[in-house]
Structures are given as structure tokens and as C-alpha cells.
């Protein structure tokens, strides 16, 4: 199951206690202060994973606690700090702070580490010459984790346009294909290797008209091409499916704009699917009286066109 949101609560670890203690022994006429200060309580951890593709294991673990720090003891004997609690999060995430609806971090590279909550820090024994003091309490915090996938290139299409079998034969990508709509029900990522290339590829869950509104969770899927370079826009040209293929541009093209005008400014590859059934060829010509200059004329289930629109997204990018 694909999951691209969920709420956390994560909670650091407490700071351990101070010790009053004193030491003394036949020589000593005056007791000696020896209490030890407590350990750090555990910071927590974000991470990102490159074996983590969705936020699937917070749909049942929505809360994290650290450990708490040691307590100090005598003999000047500091308490031992807590271990940090990493949590391994999926690249792309984004986490923002539910109580101040401000973003922390876009965690966008591999490997970036950050401290989430910051741990208590272990509270002060009496061998600094005053009474001990008690640990301090860890951050706390209620966070949303929002995923968007990091992908070069996205495939954006109506449903039943052919993009299930489109990353199918372009990458290693295993999407459900069917002869209905809205086969795929959340975005596939496939990956190109071409030339010592490597292009990773997004399919986008078919759109429908009002998507950017909500419609059909279009504005869901729409957020998983934010950070892509490349749109492919594949637009369908069997006639028998009463689609037509310049509205069905046109509708694209309004939805991305109504979304993000930051979408609409991408760089878009046409692509005509379905050129080897009966009929396609009057779409085609409807289609090129838009005066497109650059269209990529494909047959995805035949492997039609197909090194061509490599070659093309190798250009674009």
C-alpha cells in the first residue's frame, strides 16, 4: 500500500537525575560533595532510507519515545547517556511541525540525518558544590510527514491512456495493468538505464477533469510531480474510447496550471499512444492540426516509437 502522508508524535528522552552524595573516610575531617551528574536523554532521529519508498510503517507506529538518560551517582560517576532513536523515513519527505504549521526540512538527499527532538539534558550532581538538580524534560513534538516522490521523469495522462504499460516497457516497473480505468491506484517509480543513464520515472494515477480541486485524490497525485523535471503528457488515440485527443491535451494542460503554475511551466514531452489500433490515424491528424512541434508517436503494448522517446527525454534532460 502507497502512503504519502501520516502524523507522528515523537517525544525525546528525559534527562537523568543528579546525585547528592558525599564522601568521606577517616581522613577526612569534612565531608566531600562526589554527587555525579545524569546522562543526556536520547535525541530522535530522522534519516533518510534509500530501502524506504512510502511512509507505509507510520500507519500503525504513530509514536516514538526515546530513552531516558542515567541517573548519576557517587563517586563524581556521571550517568550514562541514552542511545538516539533513529527513524528511517522515504526520500522526498517532507516534515512539518503540526503546532506551527511550519516546515523543518525537505528531506530531498540520501543520507541527510536530522535531530527532530533534542534529548534532556542530564541534570547536575552536587560535586559541582550546590544541590543537585533534576534532568530536563525532552522535546516533544506532533509532526506531519508529507511524501513526494523524487522522480526525473513523470507520466501524467487521463485515465486508460496507456501509462501502466507505458513504464512497463520503458523500466523495470511492475504497475497492474487492465483494460479499465484507474488501474493504478498510487504512483509506481521504474527506473531507466540507458548509456550509463539512469532515469527514474514516475507514473502518475490517472487524472480527471477537477483533479486540482481534489477530484479522484487528483491533487494527491499531483504533488508527486512537483519535483520532476520532465513531464510526459500521454494523451490517447483510440477512437474507441470516445476520447478526444486535442481535448484531452488542452485539459491536462489546465489542470497542471490550476494545480501550479509551476507545473505548467515544465517541460513537457507529447506523447500519441495507440497508434496500431483501428481509427488512430484520424486522431492523429486532429491532433497535428495544434501545430506541436515536437510529438512522439508511440504504440506502448506494440513497442512502437519507443527508442525514439528515449532519445527524446535523454535531450530534454
Known amino acids: 500500500m502507497f ?5 507522528i508524535f515523537v517525544r525525546a528522552g528525559l534527562g537523568g537525575n543528579g546525585v547528592n552524595s558525599f564522601y568521606s573516610d577517616k581522613y577526612t575531617r569534612y565531608s566531600k560533595p562526589d554527587g555525579g551528574d545524569g546522562g543526556n536523554g536520547g535525541d530522535i532521529i530522522l534519516k533518510t532510507d534509500p530501502n524506504i519508498l512510502t511512509l507505509y510503517d507510520f500507519k ?17 560517576k556521571k550517568g550514562k547517556d541514552a542511545p538516539n532513536l533513529v527513524i528511517k523515513v522515504p526520500l ?25 527532538a533534542k534529548g534532556g539534558q542530564g541534570g547536575r ?4 558544590k550546590h544541590e543537585a538538580t533534576n534532568g530536563l524534560a525532552g522535546e516533544e513534538k506532533n509532526l506531519l510527514l508529507e511524501l513526494k516522490l523524487i522522480a526525473q521523469v513523470g507520466i501524467i495522462g487521463f485515465p486508460n491512456a496507456g501509462k501502466s504499460t507505458l513504464i512497463n516497457k520503458l523500466t523495470n516497473a511492475k504497475s497492474r495493468i487492465g483494460n479499465y480505468p484507474f488501474t493504478t491506484k498510487e504512483p509506481i517509480l521504474g527506473v531507466i538505464n540507458n548509456d550509463d543513464l539512469r532515469i527514474i520515472v514516475a507514473d502518475i494515477p490517472g487524472l480527471i477533469k477537477g483533479s486540482h480541486l481534489g477530484k479522484g485524490l487528483g491533487d494527491r497525485f499531483l504533488r508527486h510531480i512537483e519535483r520532476t523535471s520532465i513531464l510526459i503528457h500521454l494523451i490517447d488515440l483510440d477512437p474507441l474510447n470516445g476520447r478526444d485527443p486535442v481535448s484531452d491535451y488542452r485539459d491536462l494542460n489546465t489542470e497542471l496550471s490550476n494545480y501550479s503554475q509551476l507545473l505548467s511551466r515544465k ?8 497508434i496500431d489500433v483501428e481509427g488512430a490515424q484520424e486522431n492523429l491528424k486532429k491532433f497535428n492540426s495544434l501545430k ?15 527508442e525514439e522517446l528515449v532519445e527524446t527525454i535523454k535531450k530534454k534532460i
Open 292 to 306: 506541436i512541434k515536437e510529438v512522439c508517436v508511440i504504440s506502448a503494448l506494440k513497442g512502437i516509437g519507443l
Open 92 to 116: 522526498g519527505t517532507i516534515v512539518r511541525d503540526l503546532d506551527s504549521d511550519c516546515i523543518i526540512r525537505d528531506l530531498n538527499e540520501y543520507g541527510i540525518e536530522i535531530v527532530i
Open 3 to 7: 502512503i504519502d502522508e501520516a502524523k
Open 125 to 128: 550532581g552536587n560535586q559541582h
Open 267 to 274: 517541460k513537457q514531452i507529447v506523447v500519441l499512444n495507440k
Open 60 to 76: 500503525f507506529n504513530k509514536y516514538f519515545k526515546a530513552e531516558s538518560g542515567k541517573h548519576g551517582s557517587g563517586k563524581n
